[in-house]
């Protein structure tokens, strides 16, 4: 289905027929957000948006995984390996945590602004960030293999990702609730009935969800990208004002002594696997 694949080390894009894929590529990791992808991200949505062949852009995942979300490690590693840390002649950098934080933060402006149809084919387990960002495309279709889980209080963290807008105006305040506050992870039923993701398939029939976005792509480019912007405008600065205070917080969260004890904990824990 792909041609003209172009690896950004561990994020793939391609394009056909006016379809652009943005694929998590890192199958060995479950496809988890390291540096490279953080890095890229924002540069390849760009790129999607500026291009006059890409119609219809798609977000998914290499592999059994749609994507485990954020690698922590990032978040744990020297400060000069954390996207956009600043190094000083002197050796001074800046505050590792709100680096990260901002990086993020981008990704996330970059999607709530992304101005053609966006949609996500959620090919398996979907963790963190893999989850909130959902609330920001256009659509979602799911494989029946696909779950749905945001272990934020389980990493002592917050909601990201807009959703602490997103998912109540989406899925109700108490659906939400259970998976922002106290982490349910849902099934891709569970998480169509609950409005998050349009329709589910199964997985061994998820090329239907692909020949629809290609018979989408056929349709008239300007007149979808006026249809977005006349959904997306009325709730623009809601999801910003929601992208940055959710930052501002993460970065408090991420210096709390419960996060740096549930991070560490977390990760050794997952060294020992």
Not at 17 to 45: H, W, Y
Not at 67 to 78: H, I, K, L, R, V
Not at 176 to 203: C, D, S, W
Not at 242 to 255: G, M
Request: aromatic share 8%; with cysteine.
């Amino acid at each position: 289905m792909e041609d003209s694949k172009n690896k950004k080390e561990h994020l793939a894009v391609s394009v056909k027929d006016g379809v652009r894929i943005i694929r998590f590529n890192r199958p060995e990791k479950k496809n988890a957000l390291d540096v490279s992808i953080m890095t890229n991200i924002v540069p390849v949505l760009n790129e999607a948006a500026a291009d006059s062949n890409t119609v219809i852009t798609v977000i998914t995942g290499t592999g059994e995984y749609f994507t485990a979300g954020n690698d922590m490690n990032n978040f744990m590693s020297d400060p000069k390996d954390v996207p956009g840390v600043e190094i000083s002649e002197e050796g001074e950098y800046d505050d590792p945590a709100k680096t990260a934080s901002t990086s993020f933060g981008k990704i996330v402006t970059a999607l709530i602004d992304f101005p053609k149809p966006l949609i996500a084919i959620v090919n398996g387990p979907a963790i963190g960030f893999g989850v909130t960002m959902l609330g920001l495309c256009d659509v979602v279709y799911a494989s029946d293999s696909a779950t749905f889980h945001t272990p934020f209080m389980t990493l002592a963290l917050c909601p990201e990702g807009s959703s602490s807008f997103t998912f109540p105006n989406m899925m109700g305040p108490q659906n939400a609730n259970e998976m922002l506050m106290f982490g349910r992870k849902i099934t891709a039923k569970e998480a169509q009935r609950q409005g998050l993701v349009a329709k589910v398939y199964p997985h061994e029939s998820l090329d239907l969800a692909w020949a629809q976005v290609y018979q989408w792509a056929k349709l008239p480019p300007g007149a979808m990208i006026t249809a977005k912007a006349l959904i997306r405008d009325p709730i623009r600065k809601q999801l910003h004002k929601a992208n940055e205070t959710e930052c501002n917080v993460l970065i408090e969260r991420f210096k709390s002594d419960e996060a740096i004890e549930a991070i560490i904990n977390f990760l050794s824990r997952k060294s020992k696997l």
